[in-house]
């Protein structure tokens, strides 16, 4: 069975600009969520889509945003990049929503000038 | 907010030898303590996890310990490999909310 895809693995962007971000989850996997990774923060929850709809909501200003489709691949959405949005941005898909034992991608490595 | 934490951000190992790592956290209220290993270039893969109402559960060469007492998380692997070099990390998570990690502690293990 495939594993969680994201593309693009690496982006890099200037400040002010937009990204979006995707990621396809395991076959019949219908939760995705996304988390931000820094060496100063570590690993932080943004948030999580069971069935199209936002279940939980991390701690990130409204910049930051995602979506869900019907086939449960899932994008994110940074508008106005700051230098601080630099990080890895990690998805992961489980069976259930809110699971624990939840599979990660790769991840895509934002880097903002 | 209440958060999970490490109490070590490094461990360094012989091959062979038994690693214990450890984290401490702060919400009683979580029904599951969870571990999860990121190896480098790798996204964060799960271990093994443990109920609140349990104490000790095994894995394959892992044993996971809860002490609710103090508020103690412990992952012991047994016999280490290089292999196991990682960040591992704890997380805690209350039903149909969102996973809480801790910082993570980076696991070297030297042959």
């Known amino acids: 069975k495939a594993g969680v895809t994201q593309t693009p693995r690496y982006l890099i962007k200037t400040r002010g600009q937009q990204v979006t971000l995707s990621c396809s989850p395991i076959?019949?996997?219908?939760?995705v969520s996304w988390y931000q990774q820094t060496p100063g923060q570590g690993l932080q929850f943004l948030f999580e889509?069971?069935?199209?709809?936002?279940?939980n909501k991390g701690n990130f200003p409204g910049r930051f945003s995602g979506r869900q489709f019907s086939n449960s691949r899932s994008e994110m959405n940074v508008s106005t990049l700051e230098l601080g949005d630099s990080a890895l941005y990690l998805c992961?898909?489980?069976?259930?929503?809110?699971?624990?034992?939840?599979?990660f991608g790769p991840g895509t490595r934002l880097t903002v000038l | 907010g209440e958060s999970v934490g490490l109490h070590l951000p490094t461990l360094s190992v012989q091959e062979g030898d038994n690693s214990i790592i450890n984290c401490a956290y702060s919400?009683?209220?979580?029904?599951?303590f969870i571990w999860y290993k990121q190896e480098s270039g790798k996204g964060p893969q799960f271990i093994i996890d443990?109920?609140?109402?349990?104490d000790k559960r095994q894995g394959q060469r892992v044993t996971v310990l809860l002490n609710k007492t103090v508020k103690h998380l412990s992952l012991q692997i047994a016999a280490t490999q290089p292999g196991d070099s990682a960040v591992y990390f704890c997380?805690?998570?209350?039903?149909?909310?969102?996973?809480?990690f801790g910082k993570g502690t980076t696991l070297s293990v030297s042959s």
């Open positions: 992961a898909s489980s069976l259930m929503a809110s699971g624990r034992e939840q599979f």
């Open positions: 076959s019949g996997h219908r939760s």
């Open positions: 889509y069971f069935s199209e709809t936002q279940r």
């Open positions: 919400n009683s209220a979580s029904d599951y």
């Open positions: 443990i109920r609140s109402n349990m």
């Open positions: 997380a805690e998570t209350k039903a149909g909310t969102a996973l809480i």
